[in-house]
């Protein structure tokens, strides 16, 4: 169990790091930052940022299904006291979400976005678009839902197709219904099949072969570009074999990243063991980090360099800030680092 855990704390590391490097390239799709657009064209960059957006997030949320599901097997850990354990996860997800938005996200939207209430209402208020804190109030309703199903289920293969059509029909309604997306609550939905899929494979203690996981990347990689190329096509019918295509996609990258990752474990070095200490940090307080190396180096550098200062940056930024914040008993509690 501890090796498989250690394995799985190596992705969460190494999909946060692909967090920070996917929003350090955001700049350059020009819909990411409101105070600038690029001076340069990058589509390359582009591109790359909308591949690694279809796998690093869910990948991310398959982590957090593997790990519950392992305690609640191996440590009897989250059973049958749901309001105990939902508060401690709201400590853990919610606390944290808020007191981000108030002392750092917040602040920096107002100065580079204007202070427009709401917009703020709608972002932050409500939790719609909470900027990179938006996982937080997620994890948190696909943990309430999985305590209670995992209560009377035992993840299957039946399970995880079943569980998959509803995460994909039911994010297809949520979404032509246009509810609110109050805390996240839609994008739960959508990323439902993820939280599963980690938690069937602990259940089933799945490790995929060479072949497999090059196999994976490429169903993977093979159906980005299928989205690319028939993007904003009005048939009926291409919709549909893009809808199927697309999630398949995502699967293939999560199960590609996962298989990986059990084929090249090692243990930590001292920076892989930082970046491991930090890494809810990391995530706290990256993205706007960036938004300062965006407004100095705009212009002024290869895009290609810009993005690798600014992911360096916010890494080394966020990793001081997180230390600095442990020092004291009320920030560590407030940040939960």
């Known amino acids: 169990?501890?090796?498989?855990?250690?394995?799985?704390?190596?992705?969460?590391?190494?999909?946060?790091?692909?967090?920070?490097?996917?929003?350090?390239?955001?700049?350059?799709?020009?819909t990411w930052f409101d105070k600038a657009q690029p001076v340069y064209k990058a589509n390359y960059i582009e591109y790359f940022a909308k591949y690694l957006n279809?796998?690093?997030?869910?990948?991310?949320?398959?982590?957090?299904?593997?790990?519950?599901?392992?305690?609640?097997?191996?440590?009897k850990k989250y059973?049958?006291?749901?309001?105990?354990?939902?508060?401690?996860?709201?400590?853990?997800?919610?606390?944290?979400?808020?007191?981000?938005?108030?002392?750092?996200?917040?602040?920096?939207?107002?100065?580079?976005?204007?202070?427009?209430?709401?917009?703020?209402?709608?972002?932050?208020?409500?939790g719609c678009a909470p900027s990179q804190l938006w996982f937080?109030?997620?994890?948190?309703?696909?943990?309430?839902?999985?305590?209670?199903?995992?209560?009377?289920?035992?993840?299957?293969?039946a399970g995880f197709v079943i569980n998959t059509l509803i995460s994909i029909g039911g994010g297809y309604v949520v979404n032509k219904l246009g509810l609110i997306n109050f805390l996240q609550f839609v994008t739960a939905v959508h990323y439902a099949m993820f939280y599963y899929m980690g938690a069937y494979l602990y259940e089933h203690g799945i490790k995929l072969p060479v072949k497999k996981v090059a196999f994976s990347f490429g169903i993977s990689f093979g159906c980005y570009i299928l989205s690319q190329v028939f993007l904003n096509k009005e048939s009926v019918?291409?919709?549909?074999?893009?809808?199927?295509?697309?999630?398949?996609?995502?699967?293939?990258?999560?199960?590609?990243?996962?298989?990986?990752?059990?084929?090249?474990?090692?243990?930590?070095?001292?920076?892989?063991?930082?970046?491991?200490?930090?890494?809810?940090?990391?995530?706290?307080?990256?993205?706007?980090?960036?938004?300062?190396?965006?407004?100095?180096l705009n212009g002024k550098v290869h895009p290609a360099v810009q993005v690798i200062v600014c992911f360096i940056a916010a890494i080394c930024g966020a990793t001081v800030i997180t230390e600095f914040l442990r020092k004291f008993k009320v920030t560590k509690v407030m940040f939960e680092i």
């Open 237 to 296: 019918a291409l919709k549909v074999m893009l809808l199927v295509s697309d999630n398949i996609g995502l699967l293939a990258g999560v199960l590609a990243v996962y298989g990986m990752a059990n084929l090249v474990h090692k243990r930590n070095d001292f920076v892989g063991m930082l970046l491991k200490k930090n890494s809810f940090g990391i995530y706290l307080f990256h993205q706007q980090l960036i938004y300062p190396c965006i407004m100095l």
């Open 136 to 157: 937080l109030p997620m994890l948190f309703w696909l943990f309430i839902v999985y305590y209670i199903v995992f209560e009377k289920h035992t993840p299957s293969k």
């Open 1 to 30: 169990m501890e090796e498989r855990l250690e394995i799985n704390d190596n992705i969460k590391t190494a999909m946060m790091l692909a967090v920070v490097l996917y929003h350090s390239c955001m700049f350059f799709t020009g």
């Open 54 to 75: 279809t796998f690093h997030v869910r990948t991310f949320v398959m982590t957090a299904g593997f790990l519950f599901y392992a305690l609640r097997k191996e440590k």
């Open 79 to 126: 059973r049958n006291n749901l309001k105990k354990d939902a508060f401690k996860r709201a400590k853990r997800l919610l606390l944290p979400y808020v007191c981000t938005i108030v002392f750092w996200t917040l602040p920096f939207y107002i100065v580079y976005s204007g202070f427009d209430i709401t917009e703020i209402i709608y972002k932050y208020i409500f």
